[in-house]
Antibody
Framework: QVQLHQWGAGLLKPSETLSLTCAVY????????WSWIRQPPGKGLEWIGEINHSGSTKYNPSLKSRVSISVDTSKNQFSLKLTSVTAADTAVYYC??????????????WGQGTLVTVSS | QSVLTQPPSVSGAPGQRVTISCTGSSSNIGADYEVHWYQQLPGTAPKLLIFGDSNRPSGVPVRFSGSKSGTSASLAITGLQAEDEADYYCQSYDSSLNVPIFGGGTRLTVL
């Protein structure tokens, strides 16, 4: 059974860098799109970006200048960094496993979510 | 403003059938990119409900079904149960943005 477990700082000040890591247990690490999605309080889901096992990345154009996703295949982990955060970045952040042949099609396993609050 | 449009809310009595629509455009659903649906129970992570327009992952009840036509897709839930009360999101891919996209979500209330 595939499980994703994520962790990281939950309270940040404006201008700081958000940093989250997601560990994958069970199943293969290769052949999938390892993704980050966020959900502001009371709002819908927003795809942040993805990375595959070889390190190829794709980001949401609205966040591209501030986002970086990396992978550590030796630990079956991938990480998210979002720089210069503001209150608008307050959200629950989820890691997830994406499935697809030529692009991410659907997300079939999700982490438990981490609430990140940006406040001075 | 989400690229995929869903009604903010739907409701139904136990045992009834409800449908949730997801409307896109010629660069996503209309371009024949598949639609996927997620169920998010209160305070939990989203769960894959339907993938590839109409396929159910193992363990998802047959009460849940998906369909697609033109630039729209629908999720149908028959034999509504109290435990179905949740937020539902559609998701697809957009060839203009070149990224996965979500609908704004629909809150299902079981009366």
């Amino acid at each position: 059974q595939v499980q994703l477990h994520q962790w990281g700082a939950g309270l940040l000040k404006p201008s700081e860098t958000l940093s989250l890591t997601c560990a994958v247990y069970g199943g293969s690490f290769s052949g999938y799109y390892w993704s980050w999605i966020r959900q502001p309080p009371g709002k819908g889901l927003e795809w942040i970006g993805e990375i595959n096992h070889s390190g190829s990345t794709k980001y949401n154009p609205s966040l591209k200048s501030r986002v970086s996703i990396s992978v550590d295949t030796s630990k079956n982990q991938f990480s998210l960094k979002l720089t210069s955060v503001t209150a608008a970045d307050t959200a629950v952040y989820y890691c997830a496993r994406g499935v697809g042949l030529q692009f991410l099609e659907w997300l079939n396993y999700w982490g438990q979510g981490t609430l990140v609050t940006v406040s001075s | 403003q989400s690229v995929l449009t869903q009604p903010p809310s739907v409701s139904g009595a136990p045992g009834q059938r409800v449908t949730i629509s997801c409307t896109g455009s010629s660069s996503n659903i209309g371009a024949d990119y598949e639609v996927h649906w997620y169920q998010q129970l209160p305070g939990t992570a989203p769960k894959l409900l339907i993938f590839g327009d109409s396929n159910r992952p193992s363990g998802v009840p047959v009460r849940f079904s998906g369909s697609k036509s033109g630039t729209s897709a629908s999720l149908a839930i028959t034999g509504l149960q109290a435990e179905d009360e949740a937020d539902y999101y559609c998701q697809s891919y957009d060839s203009s943005l070149n990224v996965p996209i979500f609908g704004g979500g629909t809150r299902l209330t079981v009366l």
